[in-house]
């Protein structure tokens, strides 16, 4: 007898139904074995107590819809929207699940039938289609955005009130933001930063591009951090938005397309590592040879590329000379500067990379490192999630304060700005400890490694 | 499907947000963690009280509801699949400890808490709870106590059986049975009990339990050994036993899983060992020295390839991670994973590994062998694809001469898992006539509408799996 490994010979009279059959890893959604590890690790499931927000309960669902034993209603789609993304799953897993290919290929089927209310499609045809890809709009949004904090607007603003009529995600969220910049990394470094001392390995800097507006000073940061720890330094120009954000909410040709524009502009640098400062775009990087696997011209180049791609803090332990950090005692005596630190749930279950920052921190000297309690749980910003569904992103952030509060430190470090302007968030709304700072892992140890030098 | 009324008055109960019937909560618990098995509910309800679970019991009484009770669904004998449909009771929400009492070394749990932070809990407080399924950190402990879960610890501890004192529950017709209390001796009457634990939610849904807890052992040493010949080993955890030192766990391994394992996590097994054993001893510092000399002793005389004794818990973890890892590196193998637990007298696991052996090659089958050697209680695994038919019905017929081996040795065909539905076909070969017959009494006492977890345990016929979605 034939061996019947495909698909289920399904006639599917729903649409949606029938593109989750088309789109989804039938293997994949075998492999599941319903043993329920995943359970503790998911967030949205500890929030809820709810089996269907849980990895193996939609797991169960997609493959539900796909066998034709529910039909995939609104409450589905609501369903796969609620998940984080965060992959905790993943490690979680005995069987070895790809639970982040099942939900992107899911929302990607949702998004080709997805009827958007007009605001919505506004918005994120605006993001999606003329934001992120597009460097120049981005910058102008920088510039306007920084006129906007620079030139009394902001304040003027705020007192208005005006900030009310926004959604209160939105509004809390621009509290936080940092004062963004027209000029990224490239115009105030150039693109090419050479080694300190003799190099080890030549490096390109990959500098996204929300980054590179709102947080332009962690990307020169990480390239004066780099070069210090001994390594050749590139920043290619003509390297656009990594494409994440668009993953997550199914827009899969418009990541494709920008994969393809980073894979041509790094294959011609002859480079040994790719360097990603923010997990949530170092995950999607590392995984390039997954999202072009079907794109025969790209195979091979996105394997080269997903092979090279490397956090900041791993590639500094593992290869690189790791500089001196200077921190002066603290005031009272005896007491070493406390600080604590989040992690970003793609370096963590995606990259791997949870314990280089950890070395680096406890590198740092006169300073305590603090392991704060369920630091590898997401801390709900996953991406433009705090803003879609604010509520769910507000009582995890809730529980993540409690902890962080508990560790009395003076620094909550991170290693992507989703995570960071979170945990800004979160400190204002939920801190008994306003002194608490938070801070990309990458700013605090290069402010300690000028005071060394 | 279920009456208007019925819903209604369900709804009541525990309010709108805690009874769904949306195709979103029947599809999330219409399977558990047993391969190709699901059907759908009725309705899923969250109960928070004894008082709502006799209130949920009255209204499917009147209206012959069947009712299975799920905690996290980990189980892996279909305990938890409503063949009937019916309604899924899910316990999570009475997920508190109610009390750690340190007079008497009890605890009073609610069904909904997780083993593994139970154990967390009464370990901060220097107490010990010794039952560790290996899904403890999953499981709950109102379903450890409707299966009686083992662990790796039954061995020298007993499993959950020997440390359930009392326990709340309810009945079918939703009236409330409370059983033993925070006692060593207590005869009064039957040992009801003992006989709801390992009940499969047939006889009452369990809604509180008083637990005992002993001092925590002060510390613990790890070895492994490894053998050329599974008589070797087999003769090692013999030995031990007769030279009367009984381990806190003494697990073994067979050659395929380490060599499955091996390749999963690159730990550098030797390839050509048939068999590997892994050793704890633990309680005071003397006599954990004294016992792990005299078994280095034994695995010495009994020709062990390498004997490695870890020197700190950090080596200790390591020499743990290939047991760690075999159920793991077994589940990715192939898509589908059946871990079955066929049980024989400690004096015959080699005989049992090497007859499963045989059966698998016989049937063309892959199938690995690990688990606790020390009290019999073997994990044969087979890796499949659900979507080959063909290959999992001779895995089916593989399994039932596996569990027709272990009652010949003197075995039994579960020894941890449960009944449920996939071994309710083999049942009678384990328990004869006589014994089939006094337990449906016993079902018909506590449930003679025959509403709690229909279609477990007894079978109707003979007859291979009840596949109703190979799901």
Redesign the interface.
Known sequence: ?D????KPAVQHKNPLARTLLEKLDY?QL??C?????C??ACPTFSET????A?PR?RI??M??AV?G???P?Q??ED?MSLCLGCRACEPAC???VKYGQLIEQTREAIEEHASHSLPVKVVRRTVFKHLFPKRGSLKLLGGSLSLYQKSGLRRAVRSTGMMKLLPRSLSEMEAVLPEASSKGVVERLGTFYPAQGEPIAKVALFRGCIMDVMFANTNVNTVELLSAAGFDVYIPESQVCCGALHAHSGEMKDARKLAATNIDTFKQLEIDYIVSNAGGCGALLVEYDHLMQEDAAYRDPAQWFASRVVDVSTLVVEKGRIPTFAQPEAPLQDSKLKVTYQDSCHLRNVMKGASAPRVLMKQVANTEFVEMAEADRCCGSAGIYNIVQPEMAGSILEHKMEHANNTQAGFMLTSNPGCLLQMKLGIEQHSCNHDMQAMHIVDFLHERMVKSQ | MLNETAVRQLRECVGETYFRT????L?????????ML?A?PDGVI?PKSTEQVSEIMKIASSHRIPVVTRG???NLCGGTVPLQGGIVM?M??MNRILEVDLDNLTAVVQPGV?TGQLISHVEGLGLFYPPDPS?M???TIGGNIAECSGGLRGLKYGTTKDYVLGLTAVRADGSILVTGGKLTKDVAGYDLTKLLVGSEGTLAVITEAILKLIPYPKTKKTMVAMYKDIYGAARTVSSIIQQQIIPATLEILDHPTIRVVDDFANIGLPLDMAAILIIEQDGEPEVVERDIAKIQQICREELADRIEVAQDRQEAEQLLTARRSA??AL??LR???ILEDATVPRSKIAEMILRTNAIAQKYNVNIATFGHAGDGNLHPTATT???????VHRVEEAFAEIFEAAIELGGTITGEHGVGVVKAPYLEWKVGEAGIEVMQGIKHAFDPLNILNPDKIFAKERKKRVVI?R?
């Open positions: 007898m061996k019947t490994t495909g293997d075998t492999n074995m319903r043993c329920g590890f359970l503790p107590g709810m089996e269907p849980s309960g169960a669902m493959k539900a066998d034993i529910m039909v209603d409450q589905f369903q005995p069987a070895d | 949306d195709q979103e909560a599809i999330a618990h219409s399977y558990d963690g047993t391969p699901q759908l969250y996290s669904g980990s899910v999570h929400r997780i899904s950190k999953i499981s159920f793991t589940a990715r898509p589908t994973t694809d659900a979507r080959d038919l063909e290959e979605q799901g």
